[in-house]
């Protein structure tokens, strides 16, 4: 079973504290996302990344950053947190898909951050 | 634009009720629907849809795609107080992004 796991269920943080969401997958996959989750809105891509190091920005980047320096881990960045930051945050993994085949995300658990 | 909708917003049924949940997008590119069902966790996997009118079943959740008038449905048919959730419709892309729609809530009353 693939195993998507984030570092925190829950997260209570001050405005300007600059904040880490990890998310591990042990599944060997290629693509990693984070998105935010807001009633109504549905789930919005943050970023997601490809590979190891390669990035791109997805919806609503602005005043987020992402690392990806191991092919397992992906982290999100918040620089300096801010109360509309307050949401669920899930990240996601799954293979690239090719010309024959495409493939489905696996989400983690989620981390429910609160900026207070 | 890369729009995905899903109506309705919400829904209340009675337990034994049959519902039907739609998804709607707008096509740049397409590669798969992928439906999720979310509970008070992160939405799990339900079905991926790749062809037009080829309907996948799995017990009483099924979901067809026409990929002509650019839809999907889910239907539930007998539902049940575990059915109550919130069902997600995505379209993929080629470039592997997701697009979500906003969701149906379904609460089933007993």
């Known amino acids: 079973d693939v195993k998507v796991t984030q570092s925190s269920r829950y997260l209570v943080k001050r405005t300007g504290e600059k904040v880490f969401l990890e998310c591990v997958q042990d599944?060997?996959?290629?693509?990693m996302f984070w998105y935010r989750q807001d009633p109504g809105l549905g789930l919005r891509l943050i970023y997601f990344?490809?590979?190891?190091?390669?990035?791109e920005k997805g919806d609503i980047p602005e005043g987020y950053s992402v690392s990806r320096e191991k092919k397992e881990r992906f982290s999100l960045i918040l620089e300096s947190a801010s109360t509309n930051q307050t949401s669920m945050y899930l990240c996601?993994?799954?293979?690239?898909?090719?010309?024959?085949?495409?493939?489905?995300?696996?989400f983690g658990p989620g981390t429910r951050l609160t900026v207070l | 634009e890369d729009k995905v909708v899903q109506s309705p917003l919400s829904l209340v049924v009675h337990e034994g009720d049959t519902v039907t949940l739609n998804c709607s997008y707008e096509v740049t590119n397409f590669r798969s629907l992928l439906w999720y069902k979310q509970e008070k966790k992160a939405p799990t996997f339900l079905f991926m849809l790749?062809?037009?009118?080829i309907e996948k079943k799995s017990g009483r959740l099924s979901s067809i795609l026409d990929k002509k008038e650019l839809f999907s449905i889910l239907n539930i048919t007998a539902t049940q107080t575990g059915d109550s959730a919130v069902y997600l419709c995505?379209?993929?892309?080629?470039?592997?992004?997701?697009?979500f729609g906003t969701g149906t809530s379904l609460t089933v009353i007993p």
């Open positions: 599944m060997d996959h290629e693509n």
């Open positions: 996601a993994s799954s293979f690239p898909g090719t010309v024959t085949r495409t493939d489905t995300q696996y």
């Open positions: 790749t062809s037009s009118g």
């Open positions: 990344s490809y590979d190891v190091k390669m990035k």
């Open positions: 995505a379209r993929q892309g080629a470039g592997n992004q997701f697009y």
